[in-house]
């Protein structure tokens, strides 16, 4: 009986202890389910800290590289713009942590492991329109890839890593070409329809001041102009590619410009030293130009022009050559002319030139007109007219010729009246009848120094004319480009030679349509594209965007490369000296203010004149901006100081003379850095300049055609190829 | 003797009173085990409530930091004046949170959310980068706190994120 009530506790005990087992191993397993739902969510939680952390920190080394691909002391600023697309690895040392990052990661206790792996990788140069030629040089130069970014932190004893790439973009801060023209007009030939007459709007610019004289034609009466003046730095005056070329097309479309004179050639305005007595094919000897007597007036007196005299076969027989600028001293109204005293009249001198005609038949007032672009400056050889001046180096491309007339007289031992004109004959082998000697005593042949030579090559002309380039005189034909003297073709793309080693592939007038053609139905930057398009580094959808980004002018105006702005752009003043260069594309219409870089404009105008080329020939590349209208409206000068400046507005549906670059200012416009438009629509740009009563300055920013072009780098803010890991990513 | 015998072993059964102490002890032992598992369901509900607590603060900041460095910063500067806000109630983080693909069930998620995110509430906090970087950089702070028993204010628990927001055009 003891036995069995002990055997019957026992089951109550095993039945207990087996229930408290499994209670405990229950309570175990939900204990260690519970423990490890806890640490997943730590898990889980320190992952997002860390993930958070982590694109910080990778955000900031992008931020700071960002920043540093533009700065010219910086470690990586060569890094960016070495040539060639191989990978590269970017110094640790480049980057050191932001303090706000910093304090973050001693309150979350996490801990840096190693300086961040950055690299320059999947690097391509980007490709150029057919017609841009680029050297082996800068191929490279412009590219796109990647920075690799790899940083490793450890936070609560567990290792993270994030891995990003962050695209970049490197891009010319200008755009190839245009930025070696102080001006570009590749459809100028649009204002002169015909070289005469009213369809003639280069040639419109009184050279006496910005009104015309006296009696003028009622069109011309309320006509106040000012040309278009393109001086020279010091840097720039004797070096081609630092004075900035001028291009007037379209290529194959020829351009006359009237050059300036006056009865005294020494005249500030007057443009005759342009033409080289070396051009003058009978200037056997080489004599050069001077003030000299030509004819004489109704008393005996000698008129003296700019001439030469070219002995003839026979003794004492000589051409007396002389040349004549357009100015009003030629017209027949000019009571203090040239030819007010004189029996002699310009008619019967220049004869029956085609040209001539033409010039007197719309408006015998044109004669007084010259061309509104004076693309070398005043008169350089005022000061110094008895010593040989050749004039700056600037190139003028495109079929470009200067006009002038010449006027021979034949002077022979008593000739009457001091000499015989020679006007012009259709027939070069012309023999002029005898002429008689004083009191018709015997008469004399003009016969040339030389058997080849023909009376052509003598006779009074407008040279240059425009009306006979099949006629007998076509050697004469000359064309504006002081540097090429002994040269007599017009500079083509084929003579495009710039410092930087571009080329050009095709013609001049090509070059706008195939950089700026911009396809809507591409994205800013498509690798794909070849254009203006690909090399986009930020598009801005509104001005206020753009300034926000870059700086309202005041403190600063950082552009740094090709940026897109949509819509309209409307600048205030941009005073600030802290200025990074770059392009801005602009959808639509532009409005600038001045851009004056902390330069005094109020000072005195001389002492202006002294610091002003000084600090052009100073200005770098990475300075300059460039604003471009891509559709072509006009960009229009609220201001009228513009230092460092770049204006692009051009569109190849332009057919006709339109207002592509408008200056509203009143004062008198000093503008700095290069123009390029398809016109400019002189007869409008010359009243605006009139409006100021003196002469408008344009200087090339020497900097401009710098052989190796300044470079902005853009790196993206969005990220690829992102990848976290618990543990160290493997490349 | 038999008999005796016999009647004995049908006696021999589990008293009452040994049943009665069995139930006491097995109800002793059951009391923790209940308890636990009370607890254990309370921490799994709990578990549930961190981890949305963490996915809103983490919704929050991605969609603070996608956006263009001045709209973010100022979302965040409008959150961050007003302090505490619960998670629903605040328009601007709702419209921060709302998506478009979600419309189509819309009324739907909002009666889920509501009774999920019953009880939580959201923080933001802007703290400004000093010297040249102040206008490039702000550190960013979302804290989401919730009840872990909805009956109780003191049970609250948070988790907080933080990110450095970035000025993209500088």
């Keep these: 009986m003891h036995r069995e009530f002990w055997r019957r506790r026992g089951t109550v005990t095993v039945i207990l202890l087996g229930l408290i087992s499994v209670i405990v191993v229950f309570v175990f397993s939900l204990s260690r389910r519970l423990s490890s739902h806890t640490q997943l969510l730590t898990i889980g939680d320190h992952t997002q800290i860390a993930r958070y952390y982590l694109e910080s920190y990778t955000g900031d080394v992008i931020s700071q590289l960002a920043r540093q691909a533009n700065d010219p002391g910086s470690d990586v600023y060569g890094l960016f713009r070495q040539a060639g697309t191989g990978d590269a690895t970017i110094p640790s040392g480049a980057y050191h942590p932001n303090p706000l ?3 973050l990661k001693k309150e979350l206790g996490i801990e840096h492991v190693g300086a961040p792996k950055i690299e320059l990788r999947g690097q391509k140069a980007l490709p150029y329109p057919g017609i841009v030629q680029m050297p082996d040089s800068l191929k490279g130069l412009e590219k796109r890839g990647f920075l690799s970014i790899s940083c490793s932190i450890r936070f609560n004893k567990r290792p993270y890593t994030m891995a990003v790439r962050a695209p970049f973009l490197a891009v010319m801060r200008m755009t190839p070409v245009l930025r070696e023209f102080v001006l570009f007009c590749d459809r100028i030939h649009l204002e002169q329809q015909r070289p005469f007459g009213n369809q003639d709007r280069i040639n419109l610019t009184f050279t006496k001041g910005s009104e015309h004289p006296q009696e003028v034609p009622a069109n011309y009466s309320a006509y106040k102009g000012q040309p278009w003046v393109l001086w020279f730095t010091d840097k720039g005056f004797s070096n081609k590619d630092k004075c900035g070329r001028v291009f007037l097309g379209a290529d194959d479309k020829p351009i006359y ?17 342009q033409v080289f007595p070396e051009w003058i094919k009978v200037n056997k000897t080489g004599d050069r130009f001077q003030l000299q007597p030509i004819f004489l007036d109704n008393a005996g007196k000698p ?4 001439g030469i005299d070219v002995p003839l076969k026979f003794r004492n027989h000589m051409a007396k050559i002389g040349i004549l600028g357009f100015c009003h001293e030629i017209t027949d109204d000019a009571e203090d002319g040239i030819f007010s005293n004189s029996f002699r009249n310009l008619r019967d001198i220049m004869g029956p030139d085609p040209a001539f005609q033409a010039l007197i038949n719309d408006n015998p007032q044109a004669l007084a007109l010259a061309s509104s672009l004076k693309l070398f400056g005043k008169n350089g050889e005022q000061n110094n007219p008895d010593n040989p001046y050749y004039g700056p180096a600037r190139e003028v491309f495109g079929s470009v010729f200067g006009r002038f007339l010449m006027i021979t007289f034949f002077e022979y031992p008593s000739a009457q009246g001091g000499g015989q004109p020679l006007p012009y004959n259709a027939n070069a082998n012309f023999q002029p009848p005898p002429f008689a000697t004083f009191n018709n005593v015997s008469e004399v042949l003009f016969t040339p120094a030389e058997p080849g030579q023909k009376y052509g090559d003598y006779m009074s002309r407008v040279v240059s004319g425009g009306l006979d380039t099949g006629g007998p005189a076509v050697d004469t034909y000359l064309c504006v480009n002081p540097a090429s003297k002994k040269s007599r073709h017009p500079f083509g793309f084929r003579d495009f030679a710039p410092a930087d080693g571009v080329r050009l592939n095709g013609r001049f007038d090509a070059f706008g349509p195939a950089w700026f053609a911009i396809d809507p139905k591409k994205r800013a930057g498509d690798p794909a ?41 409307n ?38 004149m002294g610091e002003l080329p000084k600090k052009l020939d100073d200005m770098k590349q990475e300075e300059l901006l460039t604003f471009v209208s891509l559709s072509g409206s006009p960009i229009r000068l609220a201001g009228d100081k513009h230092v460092g400046v770049q204006l692009i507005s051009m569109n190849e549906k332009v057919g006709v003379p339109c207002d592509q670059v408008v200056w509203e200012a009143v004062k008198r416009p000093i503008f700095c850095g290069g123009i390029a438009v398809n016109t400019p629509n002189l007869s409008q740009r010359v009243r605006e300049f009139g409006r100021a009563g003196i002469e408008p300055i344009f200087f090339y920013v020497p900097s401009m055609a710098d052989p190796k072009p300044s470079v902005a780098v853009g790196v993206k803010s969005y990220l690829e190829g992102y990848r976290l890991a618990a543990d160290e990513v493997k490349e | 003797m038999t008999g005796t015998m016999a009647r004995r072993r049908k006696r021999g059964g589990m008293s009452m009173i040994e049943i009665l102490v069995g139930l006491v002890i097995f109800s002793l032992a059951m009391i923790p085990l209940l308890s636990f598992g009370f607890t254990t369901t309370r921490g799994t509900h709990s578990v549930g409530k961190h ?85 490039r950089m702000f550190l960013l702070t979302v804290e989401v706190s919730w009840r872990v028993d909805d009956g109780s204010e003191s049970s609250r628990q948070s988790i907080d994120l933080k990110a450095v927001k970035y000025r993209e055009d500088q």
Aim: hydrophobic share 45%.
């Design chain 1, 101 to 103: 990052l910093a304090d």
């Design chain 1, 257 to 273: 410009l009237n050059l300036a004179g006056e009865k005294n050639f020494q005249g500030y305005m007057s443009d005759l030293w």
């Design chain 1, 303 to 306: 008129i003296s022009l700019r």
């Design chain 1, 529 to 569: 594209l070849s254009t203006v398009q690909a090399r986009i580094l930020r598009t801005f959808p509104s001005q206020a965007a753009f300034t926000k980004a870059v700086g309202d002018g005041t403190t600063k105006f950082h552009v740094d490369g090709v940026v897109y702005v949509k819509g309209s752009l």
């Design chain 1, 571 to 608: 600048l205030k003043d941009i005073t600030t000296t802290d200025i990074r260069g770059g392009v801005v594309l602009v959808e639509k219409d532009i409005t600038l203010g001045n851009i004056s870089r902390g330069i005094n404009f109020d000072q005195d105008p001389v002492a202006l």
């Design chain 2, 51 to 135: 981890m949305m607590a963490g996915q809103l603060a983490a919704s929050l900041m991605d969609r603070l930091l996608a956006k263009p460095y001045d709209e973010s910063l100022a979302n965040a500067k409008a959150l961050a004046s007003k302090g505490w806000s619960d998670a629903l109630s605040d328009s601007l983080l709702v419209s921060i949170l709302d998506h478009a693909s979600l419309a189509a069930k819309k009324s739907e998620i909002e009666r889920d959310l509501r009774k999920s995110f019953r009880f939580f509430q959201t923080r933001v906090i802007v703290k400004n980068a000093s010297g040249n970087d102040a206008d």
